[in-house]
């Protein structure tokens, strides 16, 4: 649920509810791991762990901060699975009469660029296991869900707002849009990434390919 709304929330940066509100800081335990680097560049490494139980679940990651900037390069995170209840009351919207909902792995990836020497969004990537059981069936089913966002091209002109019956609302599914994206010519010839393939290495490809021509 949510669909591309939700994802655009998950640039923590940007929207500090989920990890840096300041009334959250205190729920966390912080460790400084071994500095790393990434595309060149030295990265401070900062992991956190939840150091209070509270009504809901909390999160397990690691902050990447670039060493000359101080900026976030990349921030990675899974949900707290420890306490199934709570785990599943932040993911699970609704589900058959019978079914028995599982979560196994809850994890999020966002990344940041530097461009004229602002850092901006990148990618966002979200992947959910799960396993559903269903009463009186012998075998329970494993699904993965994968959500990715990449931006691609940024424009500094001021943005016009989204009208508010054309916009995404964050309790709409992809499947009440389904007409919005039935535009077969909007990416040519390029209009398929294979399943096996990242958005990121797709991208690429297109890129690639209109350059060429």
Known sequence: MGGPYMSVLLDVAKNKDILLDKEMLSSYEYTMEEPVNLDNRQQYVISFRPA????????????????QSLAFTRIE???????????????????????????????FLITYKVQNGVSY??????????NCDWKRRLFKSKYTVLSEVVATERDDAPAESIPYKESFKYDQTFSDKVSSFTDEDFWGGYNIIAPTESLMDGVKKLKN???NN
């Open 77 to 107: 995170f899974s949900l707290d699975l420890r306490d199934r209840e709570k785990a599943i009351s932040q993911i699970l919207i609704k589900k058959p009469a019978g079914l028995r909902f599982k979560p196994l792995d809850v994890n």
């Open 121 to 130: 969004i990148n990618y966002i990537r979200t992947e959910s296991q799960f």
């Open 52 to 67: 209070v139980v509270l009504p809901y679940a909390l999160y397990f990651g690691k902050y990447y901060i670039d060493k």
């Open 209 to 211: 390919n209109i350059n």
